[in-house]
């Protein structure tokens, strides 16, 4: 029996990876990644005395009674992941009294809420 020449099989195994490679190639070239829809939005701010002007180191400000920041020391917060539709922010602060805000935000807002606590 006479030997075949492995060429012919070597140019077929060559030919299958590159075909492979190919499609593989152009599935990951198709798929362009689609940035997820977002359904959140941002509330930040600054929280201050009413009474001196000075920013509130500690405060306290909940969203929805779900999402919580603490104010920097500077009187800085941000509470990201809103969700969209209406929204009800209650600011805490010791020796202040409470301060109620609602609103609505839109999915991808920044909504600046710069919030003023008094005794």
Not at 2 to 18: D, G, H, N, T
Not at 31 to 43: E, L, R
Not at 81 to 104: L, M, W
């Amino acid at each position: 029996m006479p030997k075949r020449a492995s060429f012919p099989r070597k140019v077929r195994r060559l030919r299958v990876v590159a075909a492979v490679t190919l499609v593989a190639l152009a599935l990951i070239g198709c798929n362009s990644p689609i940035p997820p829809q977002q359904n959140y939005a941002t509330i930040y701010g600054v929280v201050t005395d009413g009474t001196t002007g000075q920013p509130l180191s500690g405060a306290t400000v909940t969203i929805d009674s779900v999402l919580t920041a603490t104010t920097a020391a500077d009187g800085t917060f941000s509470v990201p992941n809103v969700p969209i539709g209406p929204y009800t922010a209650i600011e805490v602060a010791d020796g202040f009294q409470q301060h109620q805000d609602q609103g609505s935000v839109a999915a991808g807002d920044k909504l600046q809420l710069n919030i003023t606590l008094y005794k």
